[in-house]
């Protein structure tokens, strides 16, 4: 059961084309729910599942990805479901700085625990 006050994954338009699968305002969109006062919560796999797509679908350095992930988790409406966020903000940080060490199996190890 979703706690009262947390956005829904179901309120949050899915796209209609297969063929677009994201569609042009989905930035946006999600800038405003993010930057709303909603309390989001987000699954250790989700963490997982964006930092694998951000840097080997789109190719963006880990670095960053790791970044923007921290500062996800720093705002204060964002909560990580079963896991204190510092936890989650360290194993982010762990994988920072080394391509051996996968964003995706930190966070999932910790989620686990």
């Given at each position: 059961?979703?706690?009262?006050?947390?956005?829904r994954?179901?309120?949050?338009?899915?796209?209609?084309?297969?063929?677009?699968?994201?569609?042009?305002?989905?930035?946006?969109?999600?800038?405003?729910?993010?930057?709303?006062?909603?309390?989001?919560?987000?699954?250790?796999?989700?963490?997982?599942?964006?930092?694998?797509?951000?840097?080997?679908?789109?190719?963006?350095?880990?670095?960053?990805?790791?970044?923007?992930?921290?500062?996800?988790?720093?705002?204060?409406?964002?909560?990580?479901?079963g896991?204190?966020?510092?936890?989650?903000?360290?194993?982010?940080?762990?994988?920072?700085p080394?391509?051996?060490?996968?964003?995706?199996?930190?966070?999932?190890?910790?989620?686990?625990?």
């Amino acid at each position: 059961m979703i706690p009262s006050g947390i956005v829904r994954r179901s309120s949050i338009p899915a796209s209609s084309s297969a063929i677009c699968p994201t569609p042009p305002d989905a930035a946006e969109r999600a800038e405003r729910i993010i930057g709303s006062h909603a309390r989001l919560l987000i699954t250790p796999g989700t963490l997982a599942e964006a930092a694998f797509v951000l840097t080997k679908f789109y190719g963006v350095p880990r670095a960053p990805v790791v970044d923007a992930l921290i500062a996800l988790l720093r705002r204060i409406n964002v909560h990580v479901h079963g896991l204190d966020k510092t936890i989650a903000i360290q194993a982010l940080l762990l994988c920072r700085p080394s391509s051996r060490v996968s964003s995706s199996s930190v966070v999932s190890r910790l989620a686990s625990r």
